[in-house]
């Protein structure tokens, strides 16, 4: 059973930093994996989706990496902003549908 | 392009009554997947409709039910609600069958069942 792992649960940083999120996942055998933003209260917001043959995806100030042999990908976000401030969810598919991971929540302070 | 919108964005309900929520995925978009999220259980999928068909099922009891129009609106049903409903219900809509293109997702239903 796939199980989807984020650290750190939470994440409070000064205005301009570079972060790195995490996520892990037990069974590497996946099709794709996905990186959402949620900001209370709503709905999820696609960030990037990488594909299992793919490394990376980039979209702006975020760039996400994925290593499928060691259960691995990073979303890093380049001089955060106080607008970044949300959580981070990453999604693993696996028959079929999505299995998500408990989310990162990043405070972003000016 | 219209995003997904799901309707209405906030219920509340007594326990017993059931509820009838609607998602209308992004145009063109055949997929209309559905998930709970609750603070204890995290988002956790619920089914997956295609062409009118329901495709695949979470692991949640029959009182979850749900069905897709010909349009690819789905509606997701809740009957006999309990306190452990309460959450907020997200629907997502992709081009394909199954979570193995982009999923775009509305803005939740809150459900509150005091």
């Known amino acids: 059973k796939q199980e989807v792992t984020q650290i750190p649960a939470a994440l409070s940083v000064p205005e301009g930093e570079n972060l790195v999120l995490n996520c892990s996942f037990t069974d590497s055998a996946i099709y794709n994996l996905q990186w959402f933003r949620q900001d209370p209260g709503k709905g999820l917001t696609s960030l990037l989706l990488?594909?299992?043959?793919?490394r990376e995806q980039t979209s702006g100030r975020l760039n996400a990496s994925l290593d499928k042999s060691s259960g691995r990908s990073t979303l890093y976000i380049a001089a955060s902003q106080p607008g970044d401030s949300a959580t981070y969810l990453c999604?693993?598919?696996?028959?079929?549908?999505?299995?998500f991971g408990t989310g990162t929540r990043l405070q972003v302070f000016p | 392009k219209a995003g997904v919108t799901q309707t209405p964005r906030y219920l509340i309900k007594t326990r017993g009554q059931q509820v009838t929520l609607s998602c209308s995925p992004i145009s063109g978009h055949r997929s209309v997947s559905w998930y709970q999220q609750t603070p204890g259980q995290g988002l956790q999928f619920l089914f997956e409709?295609?062409?009118?068909?329901?495709?695949n099922k979470g692991n949640f009891p029959g009182r979850f039910s749900g069905r897709q129009f010909s349009n690819s609106r789905s509606e997701m049903n809740v009957s006999t609600l309990e306190l452990g409903d309460s959450a907020l219900y997200l629907c997502?809509?992709?081009?394909?069958?199954?979570?193995?293109?982009?999923?775009?997702f509305g803005q939740g239903t809150r459900l509150t069942v005091v």
């Open positions: 409709y295609f062409s009118e068909t329901q495709r």
């Open positions: 997502a809509s992709s081009r394909a069958l199954g979570a193995r293109t982009e999923a775009f």
């Open positions: 999604a693993v598919e696996e028959d079929d549908k999505l299995i």
């Open positions: 990488i594909q299992s043959s793919q």
